[in-house]
């Protein structure tokens, strides 16, 4: 076999490993993003998130994902986020305080023209078998908000 050849496989192998590696994280039990209107989000379009029941107990982190565009107005965003676990219809409802800019005026997001945001909620607890129904909305004076592309929820155990 010559050297180049071995170098190929070689090659091919370490790219392998890493795809078989990094493609499927185990940790992350839910992980969706929905799109907002195209006009604006309305203050009473409340985003609604099903996390399946659970295969195993134990703590979870939460975050909430939010992706804008320059043509949103505002330097953050309130969210009120509700989440309920059942069965025993436990309810936790946090206000998130997002802010988007530094007190320079600069993006605090990662992105080009579309800037995604990941905010942390509070971990949670679960038993095996619960599942989780998350509600987002916004609480701005605003009643429709331009700018923002798409809100997301994503569970993942600790």
């Excluded at 990094?22 to 039990?29: E, L, P, R, S």
Aim: glycine share 8%.
């Amino acid at each position: 076999m010559t050297a180049v050849r071995r170098t190929i496989y070689i090659l091919l192998a370490v790219m392998s490993l890493t795809m078989a590696l990094t493609a499927c994280d185990k940790a992350v039990v839910h992980d969706e993003f929905k799109p907002t209107p195209i006009e604006g989000w309305e203050k009473n379009d409340t985003m609604v998130y099903a996390v399946k029941r659970l295969a195993r107990g134990g703590v979870y982190r939460q975050e909430v994902g939010l992706r804008i565009t320059r043509e949103f107005p505002f330097t953050g965003v309130s969210l009120l986020v509700e989440r309920i676990v059942e069965p025993g219809h436990k309810v936790f409802a946090d206000t998130l305080n997002c802010r988007l800019y530094d007190d320079e005026g600069n993006v605090k997001g990662r992105g080009v023209s579309l800037f995604q945001y990941n905010f942390i909620l509070s971990d949670v607890e679960m038993q095996k078998g619960d599942s989780l129904n998350v509600r987002i909305r916004h609480l701005m004076k605003r009643e429709i908000l331009p700018g923002i592309s798409d809100i997301g929820f994503r569970l993942e155990a600790r």
